[in-house]
């Protein structure tokens, strides 16, 4: 079947605009996380949802960063008043059996 | 709190040449341990993965992993590498405690397979 998808796959934002990241994950899995990916760094975790429940965001670096999944399926990381360090590729994954994590291809956001 | 090290960025090694990519953790509770492949510009593949049992494990492309609880690693090694596996590696852990787990990962090990 499908994998994750994202869109976009790339986005170029100027200081201070809000973008919005969408995720699709993979149908019937219920754990939906999202990470970080700083250039020449490994993924760092932002959030996780449980269904449409959001168990943990102690990822998310400032107030600037929101994500939701309001009926357990699509989620989206919005990211306020971009700032040039928020620059990075966001990974979402997927997963049905909360161990094992199916990744999507990622959204690179540029902020100029 | 969780931490994985990579202590190697690169590693250089010719085609059909065995290699071993190195990873330790660091965790005060018992975890789940993963490698996975990310080519360029694309998201992260699973290679294989450590729950329980057996702790020498086999994952796609002829890659395997050995668990050494005692020395806290879980290197990856292959005994014959192809131009193909030119990628960035990242050894992952989580919480084996139950429930999902965001995973923690290393800094990656780039891969470069020299003809």
Redo the contacts between chains.
């Keep these: 079947g499908a994998g994750v998808s994202q869109s976009p796959r790339y986005k170029v934002a100027k200081r201070g605009q809000d973008v919005a990241l969408r995720c699709d994950p993979i149908s019937g899995h219920v754990s939906l996380f999202w990470y970080q990916q700083a250039l020449g760094q490994g993924p760092e975790f932002l959030t996780y949802f449980q269904n449409e429940a959001q168990l943990d965001k102690s990822g998310l670096p400032s107030d600037r960063f929101f994500a939701e999944r309001p009926e357990g399926s699509v989620s989206t990381l919005k990211i306020q008043r971009t700032q040039q360090e928020d620059s990075a590729v966001y990974l979402c994954a997927s997963s049905e059996s909360s161990v094992e994590q199916f990744f999507g291809p990622g959204t690179r956001l540029t902020v100029l | 709190a969780q931490s994985?090290t990579q202590l190697d960025s690169q590693v250089p090694v010719f085609e059909e040449a065995p290699v071993e990519l190195r990873c330790n953790y660091s965790s005060s509770v018992s975890v789940?341990l993963f490698w996975?492949v990310q080519y360029p510009?694309?998201?992260?593949?699973?290679l294989l993965?450590y729950?329980s049992g057996s702790t020498l494990v086999k994952g796609i492309n002829g890659f395997e992993a050995e668990f050494n609880k005692s020395q806290t690693s879980f290197h990856l090694r292959k005994p014959s590498v192809h131009i193909s596996d030119t990628a960035e590696y990242?050894c992952?852990v989580?919480d084996s405690g139950g429930?999902?787990?965001?995973?923690?990962?290393?800094?990656?090990t780039h891969l470069i397979i020299q003809p």
């Excluded at chain 2, 510009?41 to 699973?46: S, T």
């Excluded at chain 2, 999902?100 to 290393?106: E, K, M, Q, S």
């Design positions: 994985v789940y996975y510009n694309q998201g992260l593949q699973l993965k729950l990242f992952a989580s429930g999902a787990d965001g995973l923690t990962f290393g800094k990656g």
